[in-house]
């Protein structure tokens, strides 16, 4: 609406120097035939010619101005007013004039028109006389009036209809905002199914799109969460059901002979033993699955690192005569967590003992680049069939769950382990034959980059 008002005045400035021009271009031209004549004659020398008295009180009459005639002596010798014959009068426009040139000056505050134009000689061609014309502009004011007016009335009819089209406009585009509104209320309040369609214009096409498959996510993440929890209650029941049954079993009976009591409790030991497994691998769970902040990078000797774990797990594949080696070419410095990647890895050797046969072998193997250092886990074991290897990072999964059980499994270690990696912005990946092995590769950078 800004231009709208300033319209008025553009439009109304035009007008006005326009019908101030055309005025002038006007006079001038009738100015000229009397200037001819004037020319003709010698006028200015003081030859009485009653026709050029009576053309230029015309000239006069209908402009309703004042001419003077000016002679080379810069007498006024003729003054349609009758105020000033006889005087003379050196101004700057009358002395430009002399030099042959014409000077036209718009007065806009007492609002007239003033020209000083040269009377040449016939033959010499030389200024022997100057004409000065003054004109009242009033007829252009009130031209600019009505103009006024007609602009106003425009700029009103303009005015309301952009404010219609601008209401109209508004409207229709946030209209779909109050879609969006309503189905963020309906997230809050916990209903995660709907999906928003808002094909008004692109981009809230686009907006609906990206909140849609934001929602999904949100779904799938509420999904886990719920499957998890789930899992969690079902996995830290089964222990208990379990040292219930022996238990009640125990007190049912009158007179227990003591061996039973021994075989029992210790079966309720083992239960006790894999409840705090459970439990404490789902500590771990969550602290890795914590924010970055959490993580404790240090400059840390990997061959060192691998060397203990193989020491500490030793005694367990020795325990089912499987070969464990380590083979490291170069010496490793890396920013690593050293806690979060020991859990890491040896989970990965712990499993190759665990799911392997009597007399196996597990190779370590440890490389590095110039970015990255990585390590090979590998085992002669019984492998894992090719569609369970997607599943196997998941929390909980076993391929077979009884095995896995009576060899002490919780299902979350390789899911520990595979957060512990992506944590340090590194990679985990499975190659395995079934009744042939697996070789499970760790890639993590040398240096952590937050
Ligand atoms: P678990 O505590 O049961 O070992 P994991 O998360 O470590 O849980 O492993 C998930 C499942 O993947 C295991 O139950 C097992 O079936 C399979 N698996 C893991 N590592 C191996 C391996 N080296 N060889 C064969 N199967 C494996």
Same mark, same amino acid.
């Given at each position: 609406?800004?231009?709208?008002?300033?319209?008025?005045?553009?439009?109304?400035?035009?007008?006005?120097?326009?019908?101030?021009?055309?005025?002038?271009?006007?006079?001038?031209?009738?100015?000229?035939?009397?200037?001819?004549?004037?020319?003709?004659?010698?006028?200015?020398?003081?030859?009485?010619?009653?026709?050029?008295? &009576?053309?230029?009180?015309?000239?006069?009459?209908?402009?309703?101005?004042?001419?003077?005639?000016?002679?080379?002596?810069?007498?006024?010798?003729?003054? &349609?007013?009758?105020? #000033?014959?006889?005087?003379?009068?050196?101004?700057?426009?009358?002395?430009?004039?002399?030099?042959?040139?014409?000077?036209?000056?718009y007065n806009r505050e007492y609002q007239f028109l003033e020209m000083t134009i040269p009377i040449p000689n016939r033959?010499?061609?030389?200024?022997?006389?100057?004409?000065?014309?003054?004109?009242? &502009?009033?007829?252009?004011?009130?031209?600019?009036?009505?103009?006024?007016? &007609?602009?106003?009335?425009?700029?009103?009819?303009?005015?309301?209809?952009?404010c219609l089209l601008a209401f109209y406009v508004a409207r229709m585009l946030t209209k779909p905002f109050g879609k969006i509104t309503k189905s963020l209320e309906e997230v809050q309040g916990g209903v995660i199914e709907q999906e928003i369609s808002i094909p008004d214009y692109t981009?809230?096409?686009?907006?609906?799109?990206?909140?849609?498959?934001?929602?999904?996510?949100?779904?799938?993440?509420?999904?886990?969460?719920?499957?998890?929890?789930?899992?969690?209650?079902?996995?830290?029941?089964?222990?208990?059901?379990?040292?219930?049954?022996?238990?009640?079993s125990l007190l049912a009976q009158e007179e227990v002979p003591v061996e039973l009591y021994k075989e029992f409790m210790s079966d309720i030991a083992e239960e006790i033993d894999r409840e705090n497994k459970i439990i404490s691998d789902l500590l771990s769970l969550v602290k890795m699955d914590k924010k970055s902040s959490d993580i404790n990078i240090q400059e840390t000797n990997i061959n060192q690192l691998i060397e203990l774990i193989l020491k500490r797990l030793r005694p367990i594949a020795a325990r089912h005569n499987i070969e464990l080696v380590l083979e490291s070419f170069k010496p490793i410095l890396a920013e690593v967590d050293e806690t979060k990647l020991t859990l890491a890895l040896s989970n990965l050797v712990e499993n190759?003992?665990?799911?392997?046969?009597? #007399?196996?072998?597990?190779?370590?193997?440890?490389?590095?680049?110039?970015?990255?250092?990585?390590?090979?886990?590998?085992?002669?074991?019984?492998?894992?069939?090719?569609?369970?290897?997607?599943?196997?990072?998941?929390?909980?999964?076993?391929?077979?769950?009884?095995?896995?059980r009576e060899i002490g499994g919780t299902g979350l270690g390789l899911a520990i382990t595979r957060s512990a990696v992506l944590m340090h912005h590194g990679a985990i990946k499975v190659y395995s034959k079934e009744g042939e092995g697996t070789t499970f590769t760790v890639r993590i950078p040398l240096k952590y980059v937050p």
């Open positions: 609406m800004i231009p709208i008002f300033l319209m008025k005045y553009v439009i109304l400035e035009n007008y006005e120097d326009l019908a101030v021009d055309q005025k002038g271009v006007m006079l001038e031209s009738q100015c000229q035939q009397i200037i001819e004549q004037i020319s003709e004659t010698s006028y200015v020398h003081g030859e009485p010619s009653s026709m050029i008295d &009576t053309e230029i009180a015309q000239l006069a009459a209908i402009y309703g101005g004042r001419i003077i005639i000016v002679n080379s002596n810069f007498r006024i010798i003729l003054d &349609t007013f009758g105020i #000033d014959e006889d005087k003379v009068i050196i101004s700057e426009e009358v002395l430009q004039s002399f030099l042959g040139s014409d000077s036209v000056n033959e010499t061609n030389e200024t022997e006389g100057v004409v000065i014309i003054s004109v009242p &502009t009033v007829d252009v004011d009130s031209g600019k009036a009505s103009l006024s007016n &007609t602009v106003l009335i425009l700029q009103i009819v303009m005015s309301v209809l952009i981009e809230t096409q686009l907006l609906a799109e990206a909140y849609n498959r934001m929602l999904k996510r949100m779904k799938i993440q509420e999904d886990s969460r719920q499957e998890f929890v789930s899992n969690v209650s079902h996995e830290l029941k089964t222990p208990i059901t379990s040292m219930k049954v022996l238990a009640d190759g003992i665990k799911y392997n046969q009597e #007399d196996g072998w597990v190779h370590v193997s440890l490389n590095v680049d110039s970015k990255y250092f990585y390590v090979k886990v590998e085992d002669s074991g019984i492998g894992i069939p090719e569609e369970a290897q997607e599943h196997i990072f998941e929390r909980f999964y076993r391929v077979d769950k009884s095995h896995s």
